[in-house]
T-cell receptor
Framework: NAGVTQTPKFRVLKTGQSMTLLCAQDMNHEYMYWYRQDPGMGLRLIHYSVGEGTTAKGEVPDGYNVSRLKKQNFLLGLESAAPSQTSVYFC?????????????FGEGSRLTVL | QQQVKQSPQSLIVQKGGISIINCAYENTAFDYFPWYQQFPGKGPALLIAIRPDVSEKKEGRFTISFNKSAKQFSLHIMDSQPGDSATYFCAAVSGNTPLVFGKGTRLSVIA
């Protein structure tokens, strides 16, 4: 049982390049999230999904796009990377039952934009 | 607008001491208050959580104290150990809406 798996774990991009981060969960969770973590800023929500085929904007969505074509996968795309997008990105999933509020996080993807 | 304010930003505690991290919120609709622990190079993981119908929850050396009228909650780590050194995030949520996280506290427990 792998939980939440993120790929790649590390990536270096040049300004203007594009890339996609993949998040996969094997817990059959309905809800999935993408966060970015920057020093002193905590965890900021980029986009999230409440089920297959749905997406919604979070706190800092600009410059990112997402897709949830399959329930187990949530993709985060950067169409034209900027140095301000240098960060550690975390994917998380939640079962969607209000009786248990536990988010399960992946181990992160460290992105550097030069 | 920061909905959950966490303090301090960093904390150094002697081994065996008590670590205290505080959080405050404004949204009275929040109904679940978890704390997450994050070790370097890892994702955050749920440590302990509380709902507003109780004032305290204890799990081992970790205790959440909750003050509904003051809209504040805190994490106490008793007998702090070097292995507790990590970043701690408080959070709050209402129903199925996304969690709102505090900015985190980096705890260092020194021998």
């Amino acid at each position: 049982n792998a939980g939440v798996t993120q790929t790649p774990k590390f990536r270096v991009l040049k300004t203007g390049q594009s890339m996609t981060l993949l998040c996969a969960q094997d817990m059959n969770h309905e809800y999935m999230y993408w966060y970015r973590q920057d020093p002193g800023m905590g965890l900021r929500l980029i986009h999230y999904s409440v089920g297959e085929g749905t997406t919604a904007k979070g706190e800092v969505p600009d410059g990112y796009n997402v897709s949830r074509l399959k329930k187990q996968n949530f993709l985060l795309g950067l169409e034209s990377a900027a140095p301000s997008q240098t960060s550690v990105y975390f994917c998380a999933s939640w079962v969607g039952n209000a009786n248990t509020g536990e988010l399960f996080f992946g181990e992160g993807s460290r992105l550097t934009v030069l | 607008q920061q909905q959950v304010k966490q303090s301090p930003q960093s904390l150094i505690v002697q081994k065996g001491g008590i670590s205290i991290i505080n959080c405050a919120y404004e949204n009275t609709a929040f109904d679940y208050f978890p704390w997450y622990q994050q070790f370097p190079g890892k994702g955050p993981a749920l440590l302990i959580a509380i709902r507003p119908d109780v004032s305290e929850k204890k799990e081992g050396r970790f205790t959440i104290s909750f003050n509904k009228s003051a809209k504040q909650f805190s994490l106490h780590i008793m007998d702090s150990q070097p292995g507790d050194s990590a970043t701690y995030f408080c959070a709050a949520v209402s129903g199925n809406t996304p969690l709102v996280f505090g900015k985190g506290t980096r705890l260092s427990v020194i021998a």
